[in-house]
Nanobody, 121 residues
Framework: QVQLVESGGGLVQPGGSLRLSCASH????????MRWYRQAPGKQRELVAS???????NYADSVTGRFTISRDNAKNSVYLQMNSLKPEDTAVYYC???????????????WGQGTQVSVSA
């Protein structure tokens, strides 16, 4: 069974930094696009950043210049370095990945369990 396990959330003051990690485990053959989403209370889940298997990245306008997404293909992992954090970045952050399992032809989208990021003085 494929699982995405996140870590790195927490409470930080405005202007601070956090680094989120997400590792994929299980019978994985290949991992395609990987993404970070977030969902604040009372709001819809939104795409924060994405990275393709060959390293092309995209960011939401609200985090451009402050957040950096990266991945380690050997570890089937994705990371989100968050700098200059603002109170409006407070949300549950979810990783998402398109994964093809061993002996399975198609890619399936998997989600992590979410990790809380709180930015407050």
């Amino acid at each position: 069974q494929v699982q995405l396990v996140e870590s790195g959330g927490g409470l930080v003051q405005p202007g601070g930094s956090l680094r989120l990690s997400c590792a994929s485990h299980g019978p994985i053959r290949t991992v395609d696009d990987m993404r970070w989403y977030r969902q604040a209370p009372g709001k819809q889940r939104e795409l924060v950043a994405s990275i393709t298997s060959d390293g092309r990245v995209n960011y939401a306008d609200s985090v451009t210049g402050r957040f950096t997404i990266s991945r380690d293909n050997a570890k089937n992992s994705v990371y989100l370095q968050m700098n200059s954090l603002k109170p409006e970045d407070t949300a549950v952050y979810y990783c998402n990945a398109d994964i093809r399992r061993i002996r399975v032809a198609n890619y399936v989208s998997y989600w992590g369990q979410g990790t809380q990021v709180s930015v407050s003085a």
